[in-house]
């Protein structure tokens, strides 16, 4: 279905005493609390700067200045409920531990959910003393481990969900006809086999991915209490980003694009990722031999924004 590019800007106000992650973070529990808000935070700041959804669809909460739009269930606009629900399920897995990786993906033809036009990879992990989420090294930014103070940690999210909305503002616009959804890949070591969250089901590992243009991919960075880490990275057409964009976010500081894909853990997966033009693949080297590859869940229904 035609949905309209939405154009929403950043929109800076007076410090508020609301605040929207924990100012103490001590605990597993705290710990939890922040990622979950960090993860939905993001999700709806994807979903807004892009124009999937009308301004209804969103609560506002306050950051550091920022005003943001947090997505909502809206029974007038029931992609908004989808989502939610799939942002509910997500918290589930991370709860009992077994979410390695959320894929938020937007693709254009129902019947070649193959061939996308943008992908958002959220990757967890998990440690005895907590959550995680961890930046890739950027210019001017730090690397924040265990036993982080809470303020660097706040800092650290602050500043992920800033480079967000900056990268947001920024990308080209989207085509006329999107479809929306959501992959999550497990932990295969403890999650069950049968385990799959509500609003989601059984899904297939797929093997390659396709871009109709040259894909680059922009890390936003990554971020760890001391129990759990969460790292974001979107890979989009290198048409829709500028070369400012580029030089800041991008993975590789170099000019050839290589070994670019869905982020794939050394230890259960052995991936040889290769990009060509029109052709974004990530392929196991040695099917024969290399361990399994990871249980996924896909949602019960896709969302295809309306206009």
Known sequence: MATAQLSHSLTVHKA????????????????????????????????????????????????????????????????????????????????????????????????????????????????????????????NSANFEKGTKSKDIKKASILMIRRLYMLMQNLGPLPNDVILTMKLHYYNSVTPRDYHPAGFKAGLNSRFLLFEGEPVNLQMGLVSTGFHSMKLKLTTESARVSDRERRLFQENNTTEIAHQGLD?????EECNKHIQRLNFLCNQQNPESSRKKRKVSVPVKVFIPRK
């Open 264 to 268: 794939c853990d050394e230890e259960e």
């Open 16 to 139: 508020s005493k609301e605040t929207l992650f924990p100012t103490e973070i001590t605990n597993e529990h705290e710990s939890m609390i922040m990622v979950k808000k960090l993860f939905a935070t993001s999700v709806s700041c994807v979903t807004y700067l892009r124009g999937l959804f009308p301004e209804s669809s969103y609560g506002e909460r306050h950051l550091d200045g920022l005003r943001l739009k947090i997505l909502r269930e809206d029974k007038r606009c029931p992609g908004s409920v989808h989502i939610v629900k799939w942002i509910q399920g997500c918290f589930d897995a991370l709860e009992k531990r077994y979410l390695h990786m959320a894929v938020l993906t937007l693709y254009t033809n129902p019947k070649e959910p193959e061939k996308v036009t943008e992908i958002y990879q959220f990757k967890f992990k998990y440690s005895k003393e907590g959550a995680t989420m961890d930046f890739d090294s950027y210019r």
